[in-house]
């Protein structure tokens, strides 16, 4: 499994657009990248998935470059409500049997008044 | 649908009892998952089970076993507890008609 390093913690303000980049130097060519959002005393919620150029849904944007070397989670427009831990993962994609989902220590985004 | 269903929600224990931590899904999910989460970290994974009847160690296995009962249900032991195991913990599930992992709410596990 690719491992993953990513920010330890953001600060933002409400309206702001946030994006958290994640390096994966040694993705391999099968692997996807999953982001997920953890709220307090809450288990993680999917987010988003790609495996390359830009992944777009309600919720965010997944940009990948070519290499697939990094990604970067874009969240627009946050509010308050968007104050969690995020999640990037690097790995079979979930629909592969016996996918060892490992998390690592997340990003705290932290969205001010 | 329920989704993911842990028990209990919250539990204390004295050190070197026993209990286990029960997990059920109404997916039709083939992978379960037990991870351990404590205050202030990430995830760390426990111990998975690929599909029903196998089951293989994760990052922090030791002072845990854990039984697939059946597709639906994974189930985590603490054999003898220690105050190392407070945490939260959480279950989770993925199957194949869906790019994502579904969570349970967590038992929030103190060891005094």
């Known amino acids: 499994l690719a491992k993953t390093t990513q920010p330890i913690s953001m600060d933002s303000y409400e309206g702001q657009e946030v994006n958290i980049t994640c390096s994966h130097n040694?993705?391999?060519?099968?692997?996807?990248i999953t982001w997920y959002q953890q709220f307090p005393s809450q288990g993680p919620r999917f987010i988003i998935q790609g495996y390359k150029t830009k992944v777009t849904n309600e919720v965010a944007s997944l940009f990948i470059p070519a290499d697939r070397k990094s990604s970067t989670l874009s969240l627009p427009r946050v509010s308050l409500s968007d104050t969690a831990v995020y999640y990037c993962l690097v790995g079979l994609m979930i629909k592969a049997a016996g996918n060892k989902l490992t998390f690592g220590g997340g990003t705290r985004v932290l969205v001010k008044p | 649908n329920a989704g993911v269903t842990q028990t209990p929600k919250f539990q204390v224990l004295k050190t070197g009892q026993s209990m286990t931590l029960q997990c059920a899904q109404d997916m039709n999910h083939n992978s379960m998952y037990w991870y351990r989460q404590d205050p202030g970290m990430g995830l760390r994974l426990i111990y998975y089970?690929?599909?029903?009847?196998?089951?293989d160690k994760g990052e922090v296995p030791n002072g845990y076993n854990v039984s697939r009962l059946n597709k639906r249900e994974f189930s985590l032991r603490l054999e003898s507890a220690a105050p190392s195991q407070t945490s939260v913990y959480f279950c989770?599930?993925?199957?194949?008609?869906?790019?994502?992992?579904?969570f349970g709410q967590g038992t929030r596990l103190t060891v005094v």
């Open positions: 989770a599930s993925t199957g194949q008609g869906a790019p994502e992992a579904f």
């Open positions: 040694n993705i391999a060519t099968n692997d996807y």
């Open positions: 089970s690929a599909s029903e009847g196998t089951t």
